[in-house]
């Protein structure tokens, strides 16, 4: 007689909501089919347009974690939409794959401490090999990643930056700056990282938040101005290495300078400075005895203390310019002395002061950053580890004021995470510098979505420095540039071709546009005859990457795709790939265009305590670990709405599994209550559909209602992911899933669809026209975020109705607003009720009366277009409320007793109920009570809403309660689906599995077969 339910996971929904199980399962179904092949070939044929797409590559020189997930999952959410829209996305990967993070990686492996060392123990052809290798091992975890995420990319049309055709392309952005005269040499400072042995592009600087807290020595020190006994220049740094390659002191020209009389010495400092440096230094007794403007003091020559220590010091000290005070309007007046010591071969803007005024540069330093013979008794010693011999050598001459330590923020390597050194040096740049208007031009057309990147990508592009793209490395693209040996004359050769035709000798062994192969090509200078040689430098990474847009395509892609619609990536991209995108996009067009027309720059993501994820903290989150052990799901749900995509999400495990599962397992189960009912009844969606149920006149209000609520979710979920407000989208959806169709809609029509009665079968069928349409419409809705869910739904509830349906959810169509469906006033009405069943529930809780306790009767005390609208819906109300009738009033009743009515109000709305309730009442409040509990056992044991059973035994009842039930056992055994109930007083009466429940203060036991 019964049906009892067993779990069939290839064509039924199981009783619970296992998502790890659907995940399989949907997995082998989208690869069987091949149906993530299938959906970018059709939409490639049929599509309403084109949305342009480059993939930001991962670096693979380590496994992605939750952070890489949470941005993986905004890509992939993009393109399902936008396939669902009509539109075809070349969602194609792409890998980066070479450069500083990928060589340090390998580095790492080969047990290799720095650049030296891996070019004398293991050779270039082998560490090129074992990139490669590298590379390979992170792609098969990456790719791993994206299959348990779920992310649909492309990876048969990968790009991979390493590759010979890719680096072809890539130089043809050189191409085009050689031929604007972009592309130069240059002597110029540059970020230098001692432990990668390499200069750095000023984007680099400050990227993935490397700057650190550090301590460095800060020192007061004095210079003593030339031919003078007594008088001194006071400075301050905490760069004491610095001193060895000075060469000049700043002061502001239009500042206040004063001379201190301190003790038997004269010292200058800015005047502003001089109350707060003598406190600082401990001294009381001063004495301001004369002041000055800074422009007095230039040309003072000073008295450089080292000369003996260095000889190239006081060979440079006979020039007329070297060792003397110069006026610079950069010098800061607001700290230290107001008197900077130049370094031209450590500094920025020390170096323009210098050269604009002809002033040599002195760099005494190797590629480990270490001080060439030039330094004298410093040769040989790194950098930083002179600070201390410096220090005492000024204490020998009695220079030194004060030192002590201090901590500060300082700019890391971003990779290696060493302190970097400012050195002035010979390397390649892009003179970005040049174009920064257009570049700032063609960024403000950019679409960003939220403010604050905004704002942070254009100031930072403001700056507008020149981009030093040189490496001194091995594993990248190379510079092809080569340099005769005889006159110096250069040519840049962009192509492999051209490479081959010109090179002076032909070879057959294997070829790649990569070193060590490449440096052995020699060319004929066409000017001289001379030999060429190729300049030793690769590009940097950044180069490599931002090339993506014209060398993953081909010209004809290019045109198609370029600029893309929407990219996006982290924030730390603003330094990142963002910039080299749209500097190189410049370059090659000579437009102000950038490569895409929006960019999402997603927040960072941290551990559940705030903090950075990191090995050291060991609360890095991988992302494959994750994906094995949670749903994807659930992990793309709550990446997604937890907060703005622009927000630094902390990412926190007990979070993960508490909302977010609640509101898919919701989904879930709505789908199994409505498959149920609707194969119970033969509903057919091909036949019983909305316009069916229209013509019948079988919708009513609460599914007029749910249908028009369903409109405005697809306009306001559709309007916020344009703007990129997933979390406020998938509020929308959450909302309406919960509260709208679970909480309101269905048990508002729960009563109907319990029923076998053929008279109303025509209303039951309209209801599952209603859900099929509701239902069906959020899933398609839920796709781009939680894909497997929506494709397991798909399969299992609207294929299995409807199987001439699309083989896969993701060939559907994205829904769009019926105007038709929606009714505002209705919608108005509905929201007057739900507001007067909210103070039914006020007063039934300050009585103490459960909402299953059916009441005689109450009143509504409102103004007179209230109680007109809910009279359009007092039949609803009624059953909502559950009262047995209703009065409406403009005024309350002046003989109401408080011990027999309880009330609530709200605005001008008041409701009273009566609270006495008489035998009858009484006992359809107990039978309604212990229903619950039969269809929650029912539920446990496994039986699905549609079987019918054969008996329930309730046990452990008094004399009264039965008395009170027996009335209403036909009502029960209906609303339980049960033929039979029976009441028992002690439970030993009959052998049975007894199931023990609590009632109020009692226990109760129910068995049911």
């Known amino acids: 007689m019964t049906a009892k339910f067993k779990a069939d996971s290839n064509k039924l929904l199981s009783m619970d909501y296992r998502p790890l199980e659907l995940e399989k399962e949907t997995r082998e179904f989208w690869t069987q089919k091949r149906i993530k092949k299938k959906l970018m070939d059709f939409r490639e044929k049929n599509n309403k347009g084109v949305t342009g797409w480059v993939e930001g590559p991962p670096t693979l020189n380590g496994i992605p974690h939750v952070g890489h997930a949470r941005g993986r999952v905004m890509k992939d959410l993009r393109y399902r939409w936008k396939t669902m ?29 720095n650049k030296r060392e891996l070019l004398e123990r293991v050779g270039e052809e082998r560490f090129i090999e074992e990139c490669k290798k590298a590379i390979m091992k992170y792609h098969r975890e990456w790719v791993k990643a994206d299959e348990l995420l779920g992310v649909f990319i492309d990876q048969e049309k990968a790009y991979w930056t390493y590759l010979d055709n890719y680096i072809e392309r890539e130089w043809q952005y050189l191409k085009r700056a050689w031929e604007q005269g ?56 905490t760069m004491p290495f610095t001193l060895i390659t000075d060469m000049l002191l700043a002061v502001h020209p239009e500042a206040e300078y004063a001379r201190v009389k301190v003790g038997d010495e004269t010292w200058i400092l800015v005047k502003q400075r001089v109350e707060p440096v003598m406190q600082e230094l401990g001294i009381d007794k001063y004495e301001v005895t004369e002041t000055m403007l800074g422009k007095k003091l230039e040309g ?43 370094s031209p071969g450590n500094g920025e803007e020390d170096f323009f002061a210098a050269q604009k005024r002809g002033v040599p540069i002195f760099a005494p330093f190797d590629d480990e950053v270490k001080f060439t013979d030039e330094a004298g008794v410093f040769s040989g010693i790194f950098a930083r580890d002179t600070d201390k011999m ?91 540039i080569w340099k005769c040996e005889k006159c110096g004359a250069k040519a840049l050769i962009a192509s492999k071709n051209e490479l081959l035709e010109k090179a002076l000798e032909k070879s057959n062994e294997r070829f790649e546009l990569h070193k060590p192969w490449v440096d052995r090509i020699k060319l004929k200078c066409e000017k001289c005859d001379g030999i060429m040689h190729r300049e030793d430098f690769v590009l940097d990474t950044w180069h490599n990457s931002g090339a993506s847009p014209y060398a993953r395509f081909t010209d004809e892609e290019f045109t198609k795709y370029v600029p893309t619609d929407f990219l996006t990536e982290g924030i730390d991209q603003t330094r990142g790939w963002a910039n080299s995108l749209l500097l190189e996009h410049v370059i090659l067009t000579g437009k102000a265009e950038a490569p895409y027309k929006a960019f999402l720059f997603q927040g960072l993501t941290q551990d559940a305590k705030g903090r950075k994820m990191s090995k050291s903290l060991g609360n890095v989150v991988e992302a494959n670990k994750l994906l094995e052990k949670y749903s994807a799901d659930l992990c793309r749900f709550y990446m997604l709405r937890k907060c703005a995509p622009v927000d630094f999400m902390n990412f926190d ?67 916020k992911l344009e703007t990129c407000e997933f979390n406020f989208a998938l509020a929308v959806l959450e909302d309406y899933v919960i509260e709208t169709l679970s909480r309101l809609y269905v048990p508002m029509v729960r009563k109907e669809l319990w029923t076998d009665n053929p008279e109303t079968l025509n209303r039951r069928l309209a209801i599952y026209a209603t859900l099929w349409h509701v239902l069906k419409t959020v899933t398609l809705l839920y796709n781009p975020v939680t894909p497997y869910l929506s494709e397991a739904l798909y399969q ?36 007057m009720l739900f507001k007067c069943i909210s103070l039914v529930y006020s ?65 001008n709305i008041q409701v009273l109920i009566d609270v006495h309730r008489d035998e009858k009442l009484l ?42 039930l027996e009335p209403h056992l036909n009502e029960m055994e209906e609303l339980v689906r049960v033929k039979r109930i029976r009441l028992h007083g002690k439970r030993e009466k009959l052998t049975a599995e007894w199931h023990e429940y609590q009632l109020d203060d009692k226990k109760v036991y129910i068995a049911i077969s």
């Open 85 to 113: 829209q009509g539109y075809f996305m070349p969602f194609w990967a792409g890998w980066d794959t070479q450069g500083l993070p990928v060589e340090l990686e390998v580095e790492k492996l080969l047990g290799v401490k």
């Open 390 to 480: 410096v220090i005492e050598e000024l204490r020998k001459r009695g220079l030194l004021v004060e030192v002590k330590t201090i901590k500060h923020e300082y700019p890391t390597c971003w990779r290696s995470h060493h302190k970097l050194v400012w050195l002035a040096r010979k390397e390649y740049f892009l003179r970005t510098d040049k174009i920064n208007d257009k570049v700032v031009e063609a960024a403000e057309k950019v679409e960003y979505f939220f403010e604050s990147p905004k704002n942070r990508f254009l100031s930072f592009l403001k700056e507008g420095k020149p981009w030093c793209i040189s490496r001194e490395r091995v594993w990248g693209t190379p510079l092809p």
């Open 923 to 964: 006992g359809e409040g107990l039978m309604r009570d212990l229903a619950r509990r039969v269809q929650s056992l029912r539920k446990e044991l496994g039986y699905v809403p549609t079987d019918i059973l054969e008996v329930a035994d309730i046990a452990e009842l008094d004399d009264e309660s039965i008395k009170l």
């Open 796 to 831: 299992k509830v609207y294929r299995k109705l409807s199987p001439t349906l699309p083989e896969s959810v993701n060939f559907e169509s994205w829904p769009e607003p019926d105007g038709k469906l929606r009714n505002t006033i209705l919608e108005e009405e509905f929201e």
């Open 182 to 237: 972009l592309l130069e040499e240059g002597y110029y400072v540059v970020a230098y990282c001692p432990g990668c042995q390499t200069s750095l592009s000023s984007a680099e600087v400050g990227y993935e938040d490397s700057y650190r807290e550090v301590e460095d020595p800060s020192l007061y020190f004095k210079f003593k101005v030339a031919n003078s006994r007594t008088e001194y220049f006071l400075v301050w740094t």
């Open 653 to 719: 495990f007990q979070e993960l599994t508490k909302r977010p599962y609640q509101v898919l397992s919701t989904l879930y189960h709505l789908n199994r209550f409505f498959l149920q009912n609707a194969e119970y009844d033969n509903f057919n969606p091909q036949k019983h559909t909305l316009e069916w149920a229209k013509k019948e006149k079988q919708l009513k209000n609460p599914d007029l209602w749910l249908l028009s609520k369903l409109q405005q979710v697809i306009e306001a979920y559709t309007a």
């Open 843 to 907: 007063a039934r809780q300050s009585a103490k009366l459960k909402r299953r306790w059916p009441l005689s009767r109450m009143f509504v005390v409102a103004p007179e277009n209230v109680c007109k609208v809910l009279k359009n819906v007092e039949e609803l109300f009624l059953e909502l409320a559950n009262v047995k009738t209703i009065e409406y009033t403009q005024e309350a009743p002046k003989d109401m007793s408080q011990k027999e009515w309880a009330s609530a109000s709200e605005d």
């Open 300 to 342: 003072t020559k000073y008295d450089y203390p080292f000369k003996d220590l260095i000889p190239k010091q006081a060979e440079l000290d006979k020039h007329p310019l070297v060792h003397k005070v110069v006026c610079e309007d950069f010098v800061d007046v607001n700290t230290a002395t107001g008197v900077v010591h130049q």
